[in-house]
């Protein structure tokens, strides 16, 4: 609980509607200068490797159950693994605040260079956090990238301007640079109302300035009527013109509740500006699949509503391609996306009710053609009786955009996969294409926030010539991180 704030960290309040925000299912972040999501990194010591964050929002620290903490494995020629990694929690020296049951740090995360000082910083947010007495009003802390990557020591801490039970304030989170007035990335906050943007003035900082109000506009001010309770944040640069647009995804509510749309706000000198919505959602990434300069936006919407036809039960995953006017649709601007599903022809599998193809989705070069990649995690698959025990899908970048052709998927009982198929496994929960040993082919990491029982597994699947193999497959928890993993939900989030 925290019980004091800085009056100086102030935010612009952008209204969408009232309601409570779902769990942001992945969090996107830019870094200066490197708009499009094929340059964006998580690289938080400066070494030009990239590194991996990873949250346990259910981690039991100092005794309190749900408290959370969050993993960082640093990046290298030989890629990720066990040995160079840190735990950071509200428990760590100099992490503002303390751990305490049902704060749920690191429900989400984000990364990008706020102080634009060359190191990437780690965004966490805390959406159960009390302040004061006013119960889930929710948090984030900052935690700063340096040559020794993420230290606890200096790190910053932001909430509402004014807080609000239940606002979760710090649910989903992007940073990326939305204008060229701000030298580093803005950070983008989701809570119950209201998206937040934060930025220095100027920069290098101090570590103790505080991040200052950007501006203020109502992100749905030309909005279609539609009601839209926002889950997820993204970027991308869509209509390249070398700033981040943002994308707000969630579904529906109202008199046909439940369906996938998202906002799509483009990056200008003047800041962010509203252009449409777009059908599609709640999960979105980003990334540029037929290699032309755009990036591409990615949707997912793994509990489409029954409307009659079997495909709409399993999830659905739409596409659209970047243009010098932001994401298009197959017939153009007020079109909707390329649709895909496991019943598409080529994609392997067969769509059924609760399947939840699209729980996540990454986009990124899996095999080094330069044609960006699409993972998709179905956290509710059965695998043959068992049910829930989830899937993972990757389907291919071409010249003419994506493509079933070459289309691969896995489950725990593929062969070279470690583990078996369990009930409510969900494995695929996150899935997150990554490249650590900086050579180019994107491998796959693949979550199972359910294995254990709730403790939360990882998988890493390498990629080579031919894109992802589960060839050398491995896995790996919190325990081999040295991290409590009793419940911990080890890989909810995995940052991007």
Do not use: C
């Amino acid at each position: 609980m925290r019980t004091y704030r800085s009056a100086a960290i102030a935010a612009a309040s952008f209204l969408l509607m009232a309601g409570a925000a779902i769990a942001a299912p992945s969090a996107y972040a830019g870094t200066p200068g490197g708009t499009h999501a094929s340059d964006r990194n998580s690289d938080f010591n400066g070494d030009g490797y990239e590194d991996v964050l990873i949250g346990a929002p259910g981690g039991t620290v100092s005794g309190k159950k749900g408290a959370g903490y969050v993993t960082v494995q640093y990046g290298a020629s030989t890629g990720i693994g066990t040995r160079r990694a840190a735990v950071v929690s509200q428990s760590t020296t100099g992490v503002p605040g303390g751990a305490e049951t049902g704060d749920g740090f690191g429900r989400a995360l984000a990364t990008g260079d706020l102080d634009a000082d060359g190191y990437d910083d780690a965004i966490v947010g805390i959406p159960g956090e009390d302040i004061g007495t006013v119960a889930d009003a929710g948090g984030i802390t900052v935690l700063w990238g340096s040559s020794r990557g993420l230290v606890g020591a200096n790190s910053d801490w932001l909430e509402a301007a004014e807080p609000m039970a239940g606002a979760k304030f710090g649910s989903a989170l992007a940073a990326a640079r939305f204008s060229p007035d701000t030298p580093g990335d803005e950070l983008a906050v989701l809570g119950r109302d209201d998206l937040e943007l934060y930025a220095y003035d100027t920069a290098p900082q101090p570590k103790s300035a505080p991040l200052e109000r950007t501006g203020r506009n109502r992100l749905a001010a030309g909005a279609a009527e539609r009601r839209i309770q926002p889950g997820s944040l993204t970027t991308g640069d869509y209509d390249d013109n070398g700033l981040a647009d943002l994308i707000v995804s969630g579904v529906t509510v109202g008199d046909e509740p439940g369906h996938g749309w998202s906002s799509f706000f483009s990056g200008q000198t003047r800041g962010l500006v509203y252009e449409r919505d777009l059908r599609g959602g709640p999960v979105a990434a980003s990334g540029d699949i037929n290699n032309d300069g755009y990036d591409d936006l990615v949707t997912g919407e793994p509990h489409s509503p029954d409307d009659g036809g079997e495909s709409m039960t399993g999830g659905l995953v739409g596409v659209y391609y970047g243009s010098p006017d932001g994401p298009l649709g197959v017939d153009g601007e007020d079109s909707p996306p390329q649709w895909w599903t496991q019943n598409t022809p080529g994609v392997p599998g067969t769509a059924e009710r609760g399947d939840g193809w699209g729980t996540d989705l990454s986009v990124a070069d899996t095999n080094g053609d330069g044609y960006a990649d699409v993972a998709i995690g179905a956290s509710g698959e059965d695998i043959g009786t068992v049910a829930d025990a989830g899937a993972v899908w990757v389907l291919r970048g071409t010249a003419g955009g994506l493509t079933a052709t070459g289309a691969k998927s896995w489950d725990q009982n593929s062969a070279q996969v470690p583990g078996t198929a369990e009930k409510g496994d969900r494995w695929g929960g996150q899935v997150r294409l990554t490249d650590p040993n900086r050579d180019g082919r994107f491998g796959l990491l693949a979550s199972a926030p359910g294995e254990n029982t709730g403790d939360g597994v990882v998988w890493v699947l390498s990629a080579g010539s031919g894109g992802v193999t589960a060839t050398g497959s491995w896995t790996y928890g919190a325990g081999s991180l040295r991290a409590p993993s009793p419940d911990a939900a080890y890989g909810a989030t995995i940052d991007e």
